[in-house]
């Protein structure tokens, strides 16, 4: 038994509208009604929470180029942060794979240069 918003009469739960007004009674169901919020609530805060661990995992380019100029550091955060900071850890890792075949192709340019240089081809 619940009772009609609008006149105040008893309606059965069963019953959609009231009897006497005509008025529509919203099908109590406290239960599923109250689940529903803590479903709601649980879900905004997993959504918060993951927005506020996301907070400083922008993918900044500055990782990137921390990775590239010390690929050994580079190396180290994306290890420490891949699955904490994800995107900053790709960035760190992107640079330091690039900043580190960037340091092996000049040590072997190098050489080449210094060979050049000798024999006074390359001024
Ligand atoms: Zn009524």
């Not at 649980?42 to 996301?54: A, F, N, T």
């Not at 994306?78 to 904490?84: A, L, V």
């Not at 330091?96 to 340019?109: E, N, P």
Request: proline share 6%; charged share 20%.
């Amino acid at each position: 038994m619940n009772k009609c918003p609008n006149c105040g009469a008893r309606v059965y739960s069963k019953d959609r509208y009231c009897q006497y007004c005509k008025t529509e009674v919203a099908r109590p169901r406290p239960i599923e009604k109250d689940q529903s919020q803590i479903t709601y609530r649980s879900y905004h805060y997993d959504s918060s929470k993951s927005e506020i661990q996301s907070i400083n995992d922008t993918g900044s380019i500055i990782w990137g180029i921390i990775g590239f100029l010390f690929p050994i550091i580079g190396l180290l955060i994306y290890m420490i942060w891949h699955t904490s900071k994800p995107k900053n850890a790709q960035k760190a890792g992107l640079g330091a794979l690039i900043g580190f075949i960037a340091q092996v192709v000049g040590l072997s340019i190098l050489p080449v240069f210094s060979f050049f240089r000798i024999f006074r081809i390359f001024p």
